[in-house]
């Protein structure tokens, strides 16, 4: 590592994000970690992380963060964009005013962040953006349809952002997780079953929500470390990569979704749900 970098870290009170900020302090960096609760960030003081309350779905919280930085650094090098959240369910189910809540915390969350950090990137003529996507931005599952949503959405904006920011110094930075060992899986999983329950979906929520609980609490999956590797070596890289696609079988998954037929893949993920792999609690 060449230089000290002034990184924000969003969505930084658990897992990848909690992991990133930590890593990127012991490395050297002056490390922002951001998120809504404050006390589940507290460990990382330790490591001479600066914790911040951040909303990503309040402008004015958002504004208030970055202006922050800049104050007492007068820089800002990096942001990370990770604050998100997956809610499954059927397109049907899935209220607007969570499939807007998604959107907003998701998308435009991260995109306002974005132009609130380029100013000052631009001013310095360097800067990296490092969103993280998913593999869910390149292929679709059952009952995953808001949160695929999302996440194309993340790598459209991030594609066009790169060629926008080229002339400008600033690299941008896709992070295309596969499935990882976190709680993400098991979240997603309730909230499949209870946007099911009661209705025309139910059995095969279950079915899907079981499946989903199964995978996540394997041992299968890759360590949330992986992704963190991917991210520091994004930020640390003299010419980082477009796209790091990291963790259990994200390019098998992804290398699948693009050379099956389109009713091929489908009539795979409804072969998938209709699979006893895992049970809801209810079953």
Known sequence: METKKVILVTGASSGIGFDTAQTLARQGHRVYAAARRLELMESLKADGVQVMKLDVTDDASMQACVDAIIAAEGRLDVLVNNAGYGFFGAIENVTMEEARRQVEVNVFGLARLCQLVLPVMRKQHSGRIVNISSVAGKSVMYFGGWYHVTKYSVEALSDALRMEMKPFGIDVVLIEPGPIKTDWGI???????????????????????????????????????????????AVNSRRPR???????????????????????????????????IGTSPEQ
């Not at 946007?195 to 890759?222: D, F, I």
């Not at 696609?245 to 209709?274: E, F, K, Q």
Request: aromatic share 8%; charged share 25%.
């Open 242 to 276: 477009t796209r790091y696609r990291r963790g259990s079988g994200a390019r098998l998954m992804v290398a699948v979704h693009s050379l099956l037929p389109t009713r091929c893949w489908d009539a795979l993920m409804r072969r998938m749900a209709r699979l006893k």
């Open 187 to 233: 979240i997603a999983a309730r909230h499949l079953e209870e946007s099911c329950q009661g209705t025309a979906y139910e059995e095969q929520g279950k079915r899907w929500a079981g499946t989903m609980r199964w995978a996540y609490e394997s041992n299968w999956l890759s360590s949330p470390r992986v992704i963190t590797r991917a991210i520091c070596h």
